[in-house]
């Protein structure tokens, strides 16, 4: 098992910035990725952003790239999303997960980012 505790959003105008954190705890050797992922109501679980937990390979959603970063800690088992730039349309409910290989196996309980225009 392995235990994830989102942290860091917040309601922030348009053009601003936050930072997401995600600690995993547990059996974190076995991680593979780690990812972000965000949902408003009513819609579907979007993918934001992954890192590959060893090489540090990183994919985006066309609609964040270059306005926001993924990065990890190793040492600290954690996960960040800078996001800058932001938009209302990146009002959402943002989960952090993790996959042991070509799946998304934990989920954390989701911090809301909510922008205002």
């Known amino acids: 098992q392995v235990q994830l505790v989102e942290s860091g959003g917040g309601l922030v105008q348009a053009g601003d910035s936050l930072r997401l954190s995600c600690a995993a705890s547990?059996?974190?050797?076995?991680?593979?990725?780690m990812g972000w992922f965000r949902q408003v109501p009513g819609k579907e679980r979007e993918f934001v952003a992954s890192i590959n937990w060893r090489v540090s390979t990183t994919y985006y959603v066309d609609s964040v790239k270059g306005r926001f970063t993924i990065s990890k800690d190793n040492a600290k088992n954690t996960v960040y999303l800078q996001m800058n730039s932001l938009k209302p349309e990146d009002t959402a409910l943002y989960y952090c997960a993790t996959g042991l290989y070509d799946s998304w196996d934990y989920w954390g309980q989701g911090t809301q980012v909510t922008v205002s225009s």
């Open positions: 547990g059996r974190t050797s076995r991680m593979y990725r």
